[in-house]
């Protein structure tokens, strides 16, 4: 690749910056943040190895349609469990089925009005962005709602008492909450340009393409990331007012700790409390 200077340089200077990198951000978190260093440090070890993986998937998926499929199938799924893992308090079809539905009519419309050539790699490539950029907005909007729910409980019942269906009440603390997942794709798009020269198009441009033609790109994945998450969230919000498929909270560790250590309740137990 030192040949073909539109491409950054992936020579040994590049692995030294990486090994570099890794170990100054596994410090900074560290130490001011306290993140394991050894979280910073498997995420960077297990990037590269799923990105050499998916390189070579994607070298041979490429070639059918039908490989192509089960190719995007396992990647939901991925998206789905982490979601699931992350948000801690939805069955999983909850987070599927919003995702679900942000992606598959975007996806639709792309193909239905040209945009999105109908070949493999042009699949992998939109498809992988907006699961990605889905999922994000998923788990951001499902643990803020959890959380919210938890503290405010009391303006939900009185609301109810105030003659609210159940529905409606819980609408009044999720949806401006939930919003705030729409916020850095917001801020992105505003700031595109000026702040920021997102990856796909930088990408292009490394890659060969026009700046004009990279701009068009990129305003495409921005607009329709926007519109995927959107819908995606507010599924999510719905489902989540309307107690669909929502189930109690894991207990901590600390809590899980707390119980077994406490001594077991019995008749005696109870005698001395009543001493």
């Not at 998206?79 to 995702?99: D, E, N």
């Not at 999510?236 to 309307?242: K, Q, S, T, V, W």
């Amino acid at each position: 690749m030192d040949g073909n200077h539109s491409l950054l340089n992936t020579g040994t200077g590049m692995w030294i910056m990486l090994a570099l990198l890794a170990a100054a951000t596994a410090v900074v978190a560290s130490r001011f943040l306290m993140l394991p260093a050894r979280a910073i440090l498997l995420a960077v070890v297990r990037a590269l190895a799923q990105m050499i993986l998916v390189a070579l998937l994607i070298s041979q998926v490429s070639r059918s349609a039908a490989l192509t499929a089960e190719f995007l199938v396992p990647m939901f799924a991925i998206a789905t469990l982490t979601s699931t893992r992350r948000i801690g308090t939805l069955s999983w079809w909850v987070p599927a089925a919003a995702m679900a539905g942000g992606v598959l009519p975007v996806l639709a419309l792309m193909i239905a009005f040209g945009v999105l050539p109908f070949s493999p790699l042009a699949m992998i490539a939109i498809a992988g962005q907006l699961f990605g950029g889905a999922m994000s907005a998923v788990n951001l909007a499902g643990r803020r709602l959890h959380q919210e729910m938890e503290r405010r409980t009391g303006e939900v019942e009185a609301a109810l008492a105030l003659g609210f269906r159940m529905r409606d009440a819980r609408s009044l603390v999720a949806r401006p909450v939930a919003a705030e997942a729409l916020l850095p794709g917001l801020d992105q798009t505003r700031a595109v340009g000026t702040l920021t020269l997102p990856g796909a198009f930088v990408g292009l441009v490394l890659g060969g393409a026009s700046p004009l033609e990279a701009g068009l790109v990129q305003l495409i994945v921005l607009v329709n990331l926007m519109a995927v998450q959107a819908v995606a969230v507010s599924l999510l919000a719905e489902l989540i007012d309307r107690r669909v498929g929502v189930r109690a909270a894991p207990a901590s560790r600390a809590a899980r700790s707390a119980r077994r250590s406490a001594p077991p309740a019995g008749p005696r137990a109870a005698r001395n409390s009543a001493r």
